[in-house]
């Protein structure tokens, strides 16, 4: 489908009897930034070269742009920009002298982006690539992908290694690639950098997929956190409203009260307390730390 940068569909990659990844759907729409989400081992980086070309999947439809990588990997990788979290470059090259590599091999440039962001995110162009740090390698490469023309951006743990300044503009330049129409596809362990950035999500654990959506739509999946406090007689009136609802045990409810709220169950709950003339209330929707833990607890079941 033309609206569709990437599609998954049933993908296998199997390493001798390991499957890394086993039977994944994902589909990615063009011109939105996408999260990609999973433990340490959970198939994402797999899955990720498998679109890059550069292993061939065991089973399963891969397209990119409608086109099979594996069939057409010249020609899907010139429309893509790849950021890595553990970058390896030419140490005996100046951080100039990658960029011009990089965009040799591409074809085409933009070398007023390329200075232009090289300025942005301080980076010493001039200095040989062994005596940088492990995130001035990393800003060579984000330069490199945020300045090419490239229709997608395939960035896995693309903020390794920097600041929160130089992640802060990380950020702007996600958004700017957006608006631009660019697509990105964005695997991080920092939760509220994805929350921040992308429309909708991918969570996958053993290769599988355990949720994928829309963010905003996958919000009722967590319960939002409620806090009041209370008199001893507002207490008592609240606990006897709240077990009809399934939200208090047995017990007295106390002084501090603090409940986890599905998403339906919140007006209820909020009304009540108003009602009461309950005080210091709040409530807090929840994150998508709350939702990814959440979906791995489901899925260990």
Known sequence: MADQAIEVEGLVKRFGGLAAVDGLDLSVRTGEVHGFLGSNGAGKSTTVRVLLGLYRA?????????????EHA?????????????????PNLTGQEVLDALAGLRGTRDQ??????????????????????????????????????????????????LDPLMEELFQSCVREAAAA?????????I????????????????????????????????????????????????????RPLGLAGPGPVGPDLRLSVPRERIPAVLGLLAEVDARDITCTPAKLEDLFLRHYQVAAR
Request: with cysteine.
């Open 112 to 161: 007023a982006a390329e200075r232009r962001l090289a300025d942005a995110f301080a980076l010493d162009p001039r200095k040989l690539v062994r005596t940088y740090s492990k995130g001035n390698r990393q800003k060579v490469v984000l330069v490199a992908a945020f300045a090419a023309r490239t229709d997608l951006l395939v960035l896995d743990e693309p903020t390794s290694g």
């Open 191 to 242: 939760l509220a950098e994805v929350e921040e950035l992308c429309e909708s999500v991918t969570i996958i654990k053993d290769g599988r997929l355990v949720e994928s959506g829309r963010l905003a739509d996958m919000r009722h999946l967590a319960a939002s956190a409620v806090t009041a406090r209370l008199s001893q007689e507002q207490a008592a009136v609240v606990a006897d409203r709240l």
């Open 58 to 70: 065991t089973a399963g439809r891969v397209r990119v742009f409608g086109l099979d990588p594996a």
């Open 74 to 90: 010249a020609e899907v990788t010139r429309r893509i920009s790849y950021v890595p979290g553990e970058v390896g470059l030419w």
């Open 181 to 189: 129409g660019r697509t990105v596809l964005l695997s991080s362990h």
